[in-house]
């Protein structure tokens, strides 16, 4: 979500991923920054170490949210 | 001012600062104004003065929030100045504090007091069982810093700190080096500060790994060898340091273990120095073993690389009992300034003793 932030106060557009078990963390740290509606979309938790294949599968579940969120917020 | 809760009773207004998540999950002392006011006096500053922002919540913390969390936390108001340096080093731009409270590693800052504070604003413990129960500094000092993290800092478990598990140095980790037991310089001395000041070192690092080793002044590699243990424990493959090749870690050297080095004439710095060399490591094995983290050294098969970036990373400090224990604590290495320890003086010149006070052992 940090990362999210700092390139949003670069005037670049961007979508954060945050997985599931860090959603609240998130809106968490998008408050405490004054980003609370920073465009995010929801990745299931863990992702780490997954293998490639189950990533594409997540990315191909995710993609259509990350797109839309550049076109609509 | 703080906005001010009320309840009919003390045992009521526990309750509710438990219900809050302002506690830290133990029983604290009830903060009235009349308690957080004479620790806001005893440290000599104005209760507004800002010592600094803590993250993630980027909350202020004013002397009176500080108080609030000391008077909490059960410390006496001669504490005051050690629990303000305390928090400016966690506040300083370089402790990286919001990625240390969020990051899923167990990491918790560590307070290492030294110079006269450890006696004038203590006594702070720095020998048998220093970072055991028993030793009241140490316990309140350690755990007024953790409840500034949470009420000011908003660190909570499972919604801005995701330490996977945590550690028990989270409720409070805190002690003084044994400098009058020490053959080597006092930490500070070392860090640059002159022997008469008065330092917090505050370093985020795991909980301490014991470290055995029976010395025998018989045997001419008695030196060599008890640093070849010692780094064993400080940075193999479990740990942080030794997979992602930076952060800091310290060394906190058990008396009887100091003398064994400093009978084979080595000092801070060659200790620190020979302590990066043990802990160089193959690239096939970080490979090997590191998942992705192991695509650092990818490149290289058969190279070598050093789990800290300087010897300097590698902080040493004398405290504990006699006996045949040391202790070392690895650390996180993430964020901006990879988890570096920031050492503050601390500023007893405000200080305002109250007459009586402390000797009755209020606050």
New interface residues.
Partial sequence: M?DGYNIAKRNMPVVALITE??W??GQ??AN??GMPELPRVMLPHPV??LGEAKIKLIADDVIEGILDSFVNE | MSDLLEAENEEQALEQLHELGCTDGLPVVIPTPERVNQCVLASGMDGDMLLGEL????GNATVEKVATAAVMAGCKSDYMPLVVAAVKAAASPEFDL??LQ?TTHCTAPLIIVNGPARETCGPVASGYGALGPGHRANASIGRALRLCLINIG?GRP???D?AIHGHPGKFTYCLAEAEEQSPFPPLHVSLGYDESDSVVTLLGCEAPHSVLYSDNADDPEDAEKLLYVLSVGLANLATNNAIFASGMALVCLGPKHASVLARSNFTRESIQQRLWELTQFPNAQHIRYA??FGKAFKDDPDGTYNAFKSPQNILVMVAGGVGLYSMVMPNWGGAGHQNRAVSVKVESDFFCAIPGLSQRGEL
Avoid: C, K
Wanted: hydrophobic share 40%; glycine share 20%.
């Fill in positions: 940090r078990d860090f609240d963390q968490f740290v405490s920054l780490a170490g | 993250g993630p919540a980027m919001s990625e969020a908003g499972g919604i801005s995701m998942g992705e």
